[in-house]
């Protein structure tokens, strides 16, 4: 088997030997497990972060536009500019829980073809490239969904500091 280091993406995985051959179905195997359980967690952990996210961001803007709309008279600043500001933010709330289910329905079904390929790796004892490639589109993919809800909560937090802001300058 070749040198891990030198193996290039566009090429199987292809055992000298059954010593080597064992190892890649062991590999492979390993694979199918770490990513049966990184689907459910992912799943799990998505849905939970998603939900406190969702509801504290949304929370604290809608409060932020209730609290504003009640007292109007202790608002120094544009009641306007407040109540737009917190409608930004909740919106960007909703927007962060939507991106968690954006994350779900792009890397889902790279997870489960994944977890197929290594199946098939496992009974042919070899690892095709194809499957080292759908393996290595599943990083970006994460990257990017996690940098995009960390943008959209982050801009629902200055949102509603931008609400409190305008009501009391």
């Not at 849905?47 to 120094?76: E, F, H, K, Q």
């Amino acid at each position: 088997m070749a040198d891990p280091q030198n193996v290039q993406e566009d090429s199987d995985l292809i055992p000298a030997n059954e010593l080597q051959a064992a190892q890649i179905r062991e590999i492979a195997l390993n694979g199918v497990d770490s990513l049966q359980r990184t689907a459910a967690n992912m799943q799990d952990n998505s849905a939970a972060m998603g939900r406190w996210i969702l509801a504290s961001l949304l929370a604290m803007n809608s409060g932020g536009a209730a609290a504003v709309l009640s007292a109007p008279d202790r608002v120094v600043g544009p009641l306007g500019a407040s109540l737009v500001a917190f409608g930004i933010g909740a919106t960007l709330a909703v927007a962060t829980g939507i991106n968690g289910l954006v994350t779900a329905l792009r890397s889902g079904p790279l997870i489960g073809e994944s977890i197929e390929l290594l199946r098939l790796s496992v009974y042919e004892s070899r690892i095709h490239a194809s499957t080292r490639r759908k393996l290595n589109s599943l990083a970006p993919i994460i990257k990017q969904q996690i940098i995009a809800s960390a943008t959209l909560a982050g801009g629902s937090v200055l949102a509603f500091c931008a609400g409190i802001f305008f009501a009391v300058t």
